[in-house]
């Protein structure tokens, strides 16, 4: 069993940074990681996703560029640096750890096993 607890949400101004934690417990975490967020009135939607080594990530498209996923696998815990944030990134944001080794990264939801409880990010002036 793996517990995902997410950290670093908050209010930030549009426009400005921010970076978003997940460290798991429980076991060290071999299997890809991703993030989703809810945003308020819509579907959860499927973000960035990180295998083991870090050497593969996959985007959702619209988000290239200004969100990078990464990890630490000695401190077990995925990062999501938010870049150039806008009102509509403003959502409930979630980690997730894969049920299983894929060769393909997968966006989505039922492909992932563990989640955390999420951490709410609210972009206004």
């Known amino acids: 069993q793996v517990q995902l607890v997410e950290s670093g949400g908050g209010l930030v101004q549009p426009g400005g940074s921010l970076t978003l934690s997940c460290a798991a417990s429980g076991r060290a975490v071999t299997n890809a990681m991703a993030w989703f967020r809810r945003a308020p009135g819509k579907e959860r939607e499927f973000l960035a996703a990180i295998n083991w080594s870090g050497s593969t990530r996959s985007y959702e498209d619209s988000l290239k560029g200004r969100f990078a996923i990464s990890r630490d696998n000695a401190k077990n815990t995925v990062y999501l640096q938010m870049n150039d944030v806008r009102p509509e990134d403003t959502a409930v944001y979630y980690c997730?750890?894969?049920?299983?080794?894929?060769?393909?990264?997968?966006?989505?939801?039922?492909?992932?096993?563990?989640w955390g409880q999420g951490t709410q990010v609210t972009v206004s002036s």
């Open positions: 997730a750890v894969d049920r299983e080794h894929r060769v393909v990264l997968s966006p989505f939801q039922y492909d992932y096993a563990f």
